[in-house]
């Protein structure tokens, strides 16, 4: 029965995106979408919907007095190195320069603001809930910042590279890094204005500007499924086979590489040094981090960015269907070491 539960909690984290998705593919097939509709629309939910979707969520941050430290330069360490470990792949086994940093987001850069925050507090309650939303201050704009920098430094200009000051501006003008910087200014400000006899801030968003604030969150709460719709609509199956290979290079990183090492690692280094202490609200924060499909974003990213686009839904819709069978087996695993 414990393992028919797991299966079917697996299932239901991941089966909305699918259901979304495939709603996208039958609404364009059926010609109910337009291409112009996906077009704008794509464009809609990269420049508003998810700068205000990260916005909101790293704006609902309590407090950052309680951080765990050990599990921030933990997850940063894994990203980061992730990142570095999968440039030097793509260099030597992706030969199309479109693709490669394409797959290289992949690797490195997981769905962890839409489902990642969910799936942590389905599997470990509060407590791996409030870990998360301290990790996503940290990790959203490094994963977003290393996903500009991936998507940047492979496609030529003409006959050269992007300079540095080139991949510096893509990163500053990039939406999604503008609506972290943004929340995490206004979280800044938040911080240091005082507070009545209640413990009330005399002045926030949410409570002086109510207006604004559910504006903005209202805006953020279409995003997902907006995402997965256009995504759904420019999906083509036939197009699976001409990039197989670098299908299986990314699921394969995004959903076994990364995820085992870094769970791996976080359960040695905690049971056998005194470098970090893992507690049972941690390892369910580290599954949703490191283990989730890739972000959904990161196609719309492509597109925009003159990398292979195609190759970039291909790979959240496949990350998306396999990570069903690959947080189950994880589940599993924590779960008979007592670690969840």
Same mark, same amino acid.
């Given at each position: 029965m414990e393992f028919l539960n797991t299966l079917w909690f697996a299932f239901n984290a991941v089966?909305?995106?699918?259901?979304?998705?495939?709603?996208?593919y039958f609404l364009r097939k059926k010609n109910f979408l337009s291409d112009d509709f996906l077009r704008v629309g794509n464009k809609f939910a990269f420049k508003l919907c998810m700068p205000a979707l990260l916005f909101i969520n790293i704006y609902s941050i309590g407090s950052f007095s309680e951080i765990k430290w050990d599990v921030v330069i933990f997850s940063e360490i894994i990203i980061i190195s992730a990142f570095l470990i999968g440039l030097l792949f793509v260099k030597i086994f992706v030969k199309d320069d479109r693709?490669?940093?394409?797959?290289?987001?992949?690797?490195?850069r997981s769905n962890f603001a839409i489902i990642g925050i969910p799936l942590s507090e389905s599997l470990g309650g509060a407590g791996a809930l409030e870990i998360v939303a301290i990790l996503s201050a940290f990790t959203i704009p490094t994963f977003n910042i290393l996903a500009v920098t991936s998507l940047?430094?492979?496609?030529?200009?003409?006959?050269?590279?992007?300079?540095?000051?080139?991949i510096?501006?893509?990163?500053?003008?990039?939406?999604l890094i503008i609506g972290v910087v943004l929340g995490l200014v206004c979280l800044g400000i938040r911080a240091l204005i005082p507070t009545n006899s209640s413990g009330e801030l @005399?002045?926030? *968003?949410?409570?002086?500007?109510?207006?604004? /604030?559910? &504006?903005?969150?209202? %805006?953020?709460?279409?995003?997902?499924?907006?995402?997965?719709i256009i995504l759904g609509g420019m999906f083509d199956f036939s197009a699976v086979k001409g990039m197989l290979k670098e299908i299986i290079y990314g699921t394969a990183g995004r959903l076994v590489v990364v995820p085992g090492v870094a769970i791996l690692l976080g359960v040695l280094?905690?049971? @056998?040094?005194? *470098?970090?202490?893992?507690?049972?609200?941690? /390892?369910? &924060?580290?599954?949703? %981090?490191?283990?989730?499909?890739?972000?959904?974003s990161s196609a719309i990213m492509a597109e925009s960015m003159n990398n292979d686009g195609e190759l970039g839904g291909q790979l959240v819709v496949w990350t998306s269907v396999f990570s069903i069978l690959t947080i189950f087996i994880f589940v599993v695993?924590?779960?008979?070491?007592?670690?969840?």
């Amino acid at each position: 029965m414990e393992f028919l539960n797991t299966l079917w909690f697996a299932f239901n984290a991941v089966m909305p995106i699918i259901l979304l998705i495939l709603l996208g593919y039958f609404l364009r097939k059926k010609n109910f979408l337009s291409d112009d509709f996906l077009r704008v629309g794509n464009k809609f939910a990269f420049k508003l919907c998810m700068p205000a979707l990260l916005f909101i969520n790293i704006y609902s941050i309590g407090s950052f007095s309680e951080i765990k430290w050990d599990v921030v330069i933990f997850s940063e360490i894994i990203i980061i190195s992730a990142f570095l470990i999968g440039l030097l792949f793509v260099k030597i086994f992706v030969k199309d320069d479109r693709k490669k940093g394409v797959v290289l987001q992949c690797i490195f850069r997981s769905n962890f603001a839409i489902i990642g925050i969910p799936l942590s507090e389905s599997l470990g309650g509060a407590g791996a809930l409030e870990i998360v939303a301290i990790l996503s201050a940290f990790t959203i704009p490094t994963f977003n910042i290393l996903a500009v920098t991936s998507l940047s430094i492979f496609v030529k200009d003409g006959e050269s590279k992007p300079s540095f000051k080139k991949i510096l501006l893509n990163i500053c003008k990039n939406p999604l890094i503008i609506g972290v910087v943004l929340g995490l200014v206004c979280l800044g400000i938040r911080a240091l204005i005082p507070t009545n006899s209640s413990g009330e801030l @005399y002045f926030s *968003l949410k409570g002086s500007l109510p207006f604004l /604030y559910k &504006a903005i969150e209202n %805006l953020s709460k279409i995003c997902s499924p907006l995402a997965l719709i256009i995504l759904g609509g420019m999906f083509d199956f036939s197009a699976v086979k001409g990039m197989l290979k670098e299908i299986i290079y990314g699921t394969a990183g995004r959903l076994v590489v990364v995820p085992g090492v870094a769970i791996l690692l976080g359960v040695l280094l905690s049971k @056998y040094t005194n *470098l970090i202490n893992f507690d049972s609200s941690v /390892y369910p &924060a580290l599954i949703a %981090l490191f283990g989730s499909p890739v972000a959904v974003s990161s196609a719309i990213m492509a597109e925009s960015m003159n990398n292979d686009g195609e190759l970039g839904g291909q790979l959240v819709v496949w990350t998306s269907v396999f990570s069903i069978l690959t947080i189950f087996i994880f589940v599993v695993i924590l779960r008979s070491l007592a670690l969840i």
